[in-house]
């Protein structure tokens, strides 16, 4: 099927598992689908809320974990634009087999405790790995171990949790645009590293957006813990994707 480049004010349709749906010239597959409450997991990629203090989305595209299938081609929902006709498969057992597989890898690649991690139960890896029935992964524990920087007055980060979706390094920074956090080395070296200076003379409120945003337990805001008791934590209640409201009926189904 050929695909036509859209001019930013256009209309587009395209259909995103038999659901045909508008969107607009210059948004992504995901923002579509939130836009139509049409639930596509992500674990890098955020929508901007006054609750987590960003002003745009952010879509590092790192964590493939909302990967769809447009007109037959596995791509990632929160990088690829909307094109007229796109015929999108995502709510499929293959997708979310292979969903499952990247939660997988990410919990043997990493060291999560969940029963002592203070995210438990507002984690988004958790929660997708309950999602997807995770019980043990079919991959084999890497048992790394990796270094807990706790020098930081107000944050400790522990890089045993840390995904490298780098949404930290793309939404922290200082007014004139420093980066708090950023990326090191390639491959299985590749990590986070915070710039122990602007660290140190972090705002209570960045803080507290550092910690909100990292998707789990990496970033901890220090004299803050159990804030917010288990059995009152995000998922909680309800599990990951029963959050997805349509933006324009609010869902309220006509
Ligand atoms: S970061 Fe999430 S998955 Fe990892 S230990 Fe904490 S709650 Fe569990
Ligand atoms: S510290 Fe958190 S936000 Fe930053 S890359 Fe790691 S998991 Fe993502
Ligand atoms: S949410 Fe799309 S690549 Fe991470």
Known sequence: MSETIATASETITLTIDGQEIQAKAGQTILQAAQKNGIYIPTLCALHATKENGLKTDIAPGTCRICTVKVNGRTMAACTTPVAQDFIVENDTEELNDLRKTIVELLFVEGNH?????????SCD?????????????????A??????????????FDRNRCILCRRCVLAITTEDGKQLF????????????????????????QAQ?????????????????????????????????????????NGEKS
């Open 143 to 156: 048992f790394s171990s990796r270094e807990v920087n706790a020098e930081s007055p107000k944050l400790l």
């Open 125 to 141: 890896l958790q929660a997708l790995a309950y999602r997807y029935q995770m019980l043990s992964p079919r991959f084999r524990y």
């Open 182 to 205: 950023g990326f090191t080395k390639r491959g299985d070296k590749s990590g986070i590293i915070m710039d122990e200076e602007l660290v140190k003379n972090i705002s209570e409120e």
């Open 209 to 249: 957006q550092a910690m909100h945003i990292c998707p789990v337990g990496a970033i901890i805001r220090k004299e803050k813990g159990f804030d917010t008791p288990f059995g009152q934590r995000k998922y909680d209640h309800n599990p990951i994707g029963s959050e997805t409201v349509c933006t324009t009926c």
């Open 113 to 121: 405790f969940c029963p002592s991690c203070e995210k438990s139960g």
